[in-house]
């Protein structure tokens, strides 16, 4: 996916999240995110996380997944 891609994933996310009136919205990836993805959600990081390859390994070794 191209990093504008990835840009737009990140910002429909929060569009969706706000129109839905979640308190939290998660992307997660098995890849990593762009720099300019990360950039967007710095300031959003109570009502946006996201969570990358690391991530996803942490949680699968943490609930006994191999």
């Known amino acids: 996916m191209i990093h504008s891609q990835i840009k737009e994933l990140v910002r429909g996310l929060y569009g969706v999240k706000i129109a839905e ?4 919205a998660v ?7 762009t720099k300019g ?3 967007f959600v710095k300031p959003l990081k109570l009502e946006l996380d996201l969570k990358d ?5 942490e949680w699968c070794k943490t609930y006994g997944m191999k």
């Open 21 to 24: 009136r979640y308190n939290k």
């Open 27 to 33: 992307l997660v990836t098995t890849s990593t995110f």
């Open 37 to 39: 993805a990360i950039d």
């Open 53 to 57: 390859f690391n991530n996803v390994a």
